[in-house]
DNA sequence: CGTACTTTTGAAAAGTATCAATAAACGTGG
DNA sequence: CCACGTTTATTGATACTTTTCAAAAGTACG
């Protein structure tokens, strides 16, 4: 029933471009090699050198790193269709690790196989790129963000910018989105501590701008909440691949 | 003088990767077309579209976003050898601007230079692929840093790396760096007041850590001021890229 | 030498963390 | 289906870090 024809990579990457059959079967041909794994325990640690990435198919990853004094940055969320440790390919040995947040599904890439179907159509290697550009210009704002936002705007800018990657999965809409995270997600990726996420969302939700509870996101007052985080779209707002 | 054999982008990929006679080849014809820009205008802006990368040959640049509010954050600083404005040959506009910190020389690269050498060597698409993972490593650990570390810690492990990276092209040894930066430079990328900069360069000076003054970083405690700044170089300790 | 940038310092205010405690929600075996 | 332990959410009080505002001193350079 997941076939490749309607995988969320697939999705995400036909939204901008049109694969050609030969590059849709060389896509598919990735799709084997599919793997569970449970909630909380890593996929891939700091440090690793298996020369794998994958594919997630379902369910929610957080790739993360420790520091020496035992505290962790979330630097990134996952959500199908998403690429894991393309980075750890290129670079041999992962530096961070990937701990699923709920209970996941995800395809194994090998490095030669992904080596191999670059080299049989470079216009899925373009395309692959550019997504991995994506995912790197949003890291790149979540960077702005800790430098510059205060907490308050740093939990709206994220939960929108969450909120735009799952509409384009078809998990979200501009009303809001089902969200497994824990207040302490919440807190180590924004650099905060768990009691100040909590009276950040306390805030947001008496201001009625977004409410996060019961394992949903809900956007009360989206153009207020979106003024308040000082979002701007347009670097998610990307034409597709530039492909010859 | 500044020929393709001693660029500094040649002696960077040289320390990890053999690269043939062909290849070189093809590097240095990426090697026209140099240009010169004055300190302190923007390279390329926000939102502007063109399709060129540059590849710095002497001075420093730095990458930021300005916010809706005026402030800045500076992402990356580039020294001699690094690229500027890979990924918005994929996304085909640019996400942040680039300015030059001092008077710099760079070699404009055409996006359709690039995918013809990338197509004629890719030994060397893969080269530059890893040098471009090494980067976004380093924009991870910086993102980790505005999240985990307090203020002394993230000054302290900012010198460092910083040291790192200038001692592969040679501009840096481990008593320390000239560093052309103002403490205006240091509190834009490291997300602090100004004001907080300069009494955290006054800690770390009498502590005996590092001295950052009169253009020039000395470090006065190199495993100290490691220590404090919670340094964990492994992040750079890779080896060459993935060859087949 | 004057003007603009950069560095330095002080005092007060704001933002966030930490500690401590309680309440609510959840999963699981009885 | 309930009791219980565990995780998660919530709130208050206090301490610490960093910012902001204001001002002075140093520096570069036309």
Known sequence: MNTVENSPLMRKLSAF??????????????????????????????????????????GWVCSYKLQPDGS???????????????????????????????????????ASDLFDAFEQTPRLA???????????AMVVEHLVGLGQRDAEARMAHFLLELGAKLVLVGLGSRDGYDCPLTQYHLADVLGLSAVHVNRVLRKLREDGLA??????????DFDRLAARAGFDPSYLDHTGPLLK
Do not use: C, M
């Open 72 to 110: 962790r940055q979330i630097v990134d969320f996952q959500i199908p269709g998403d690429f894991l440790g393309l980075r750890s390919i290129l670079l041999r040995t992962s530096d961070h690790s990937f701990e699923p947040v709920v209970d996941i599904q995800a395809v194994e890439v090998l």
């Open 126 to 136: 373009t395309a692959i790129l550019w997504a991995a550009s994506r995912d790197e």
């Open 17 to 58: 471009v049109a694969l050609s059959s030969k590059e849709l079967a060389v896509l598919a041909r990735l799709h084997q090699r599919r793997k569970s794994f449970v909630a909380g325990h890593d996929l891939v640690h700091q440090g690793q050198s298996d020369q794998a990435a994958y594919i997630l198919a379902s």
């Open 211 to 220: 409410t996060f509870r019961n394992g949903r996101v809900t956007f009360d």
